[in-house]
């Protein structure tokens, strides 16, 4: 909420030298992209809250005779979970800019300081970009909702149920693994190549029908690079040593691939599901990358925007994780 300068001033001076200083003189950040959303289908939605059903036929073939012994039940079992209202509020003062060596982006002779540099390259720069590495990082994977006290800010990693959270919450109802709860690996093995194994069991155990639906096994980047080290020295004789998409794949099953994802560090719950039941639901999702810049006092230049969003699963059934990380 504040314009930290005091280096800049301090190595070179308060003051602006008009000259060849200009956007290319400044490195931002690098903030990290949004990488496991990627692998979620957007679903906009006019509700805030995402209903679906889960519909399942039993057995109804049967060997013949005249009498007419009808079997079978068809069942209905609903899901629904909320999307989450998600926002950004940033405000600074520009004109603090303007005795310093990147006084160009205030040096305008215009009042509205909303029109000033500052703030296209404050909200494409950085405002943008950051919320991205916060909603990767923060939310969407360890974030377990609480709602902010009125008047504060609400504090990291607390504005939506993360997948970690999702998934928690459907073993519990014992809903997952076609409701057979967790496949069981234990922590991971000490050594690379057991991990490796351990991977490889945990794909087998998933049902043959959906294994064949499912594409990655994700987990964190560090158990993804045990798993590639641990490849490499099972399969010694004929793993190729450079990186290649072989490295990734699980020896029986090259459909599936392990993907580790910024998301997931320090987490050992690792999880796969069939794509299609990877959802996205989003409300007012254009007004995620469109911000409004407002001068609401003197000088002052805020910025916001809001919108609605989770990460879940259609049908929680279709859930296969192992039994790691889950209290």
């Known amino acids: ?77 609903p899901n629904s979970f909320d999307l989450y209202k998600l926002k950004i509020d940033a405000k600074e003062y520009p004109d603090e800019l303007e005795p310093s060596f990147v006084g160009f982006l205030a040096n305008m002779e215009e009042l509205d300081r909303t029109k000033w540099p500052f703030g296209r390259y404050w909200v494409e720069e950085h405002l943008l970009p950051k919320s991205v590495e916060d909603f990767e990082t923060l939310e969407c994977f360890a974030g377990v909702y609480a709602a902010p006290a009125p008047g504060v800010a609400g504090a990291a990693g607390t504005s939506m149920n993360g997948l970690r959270k999702v998934i928690r919450t459907y073993n519990t109802a014992g809903r997952t693994n076609l409701g057979d709860g967790a496949i069981v690996t234990g922590a991971a093995a000490g050594d690379d190549a057991d991990f490796c194994t351990q991977v490889e069991e945990f794909v087998a155990d998933i049902p043959s029908l959906f294994r064949s639906k499912i594409d990655h096994v994700f987990m964190s980047k560090a158990l993804e690079l045990k798993y590639k080290r641990g490849k490499r020295k099972k399969y010694a004789a004929y793993v190729n040593f450079i990186e290649s998409p072989g490295l990734y794949t699980i020896e029986d099953f090259p459909n599936v691939s392990v993907k580790g994802l910024e998301s997931h560090e320090g987490s050992g719950l690792y999880w796969a599901s069939p794509s299609i039941n990877r959802i996205n639901p989003k409300k007012k999702a254009a007004l995620k990358n469109t911000m409004v810049l407002k001068e609401f006092s003197a000088r002052e230049v805020s910025a916001y925007t809001d919108w609605w969003e989770c990460l879940n699963y259609e049908v929680p059934e279709f859930i296969f994780h192992n039994d790691q990380d889950l209290a």
């Not at 003051?15 to 200083?21: E, M, Q, V």
């Not at 290319?24 to 805030?48: G, I």
């Open 1 to 77: 909420m504040s314009l930290v300068i005091t280096d800049i001033v301090t190595d070179f001076g308060a003051y602006y030298k008009p000259g060849s200083d200009n956007q290319k003189n400044l490195r931002k950040m690098l903030y990290k992209p949004s990488e496991t959303a990627a692998f979620f289908q957007p679903r906009p939605t006019e509700d805030t809250i995402w209903r679906g059903t889960f519909a399942s036929l039993t057995r109804v073939l049967q060997p013949f005779q005249k009498a007419f012994t009808p079997i079978s039940s068809l069942t209905f079992q």
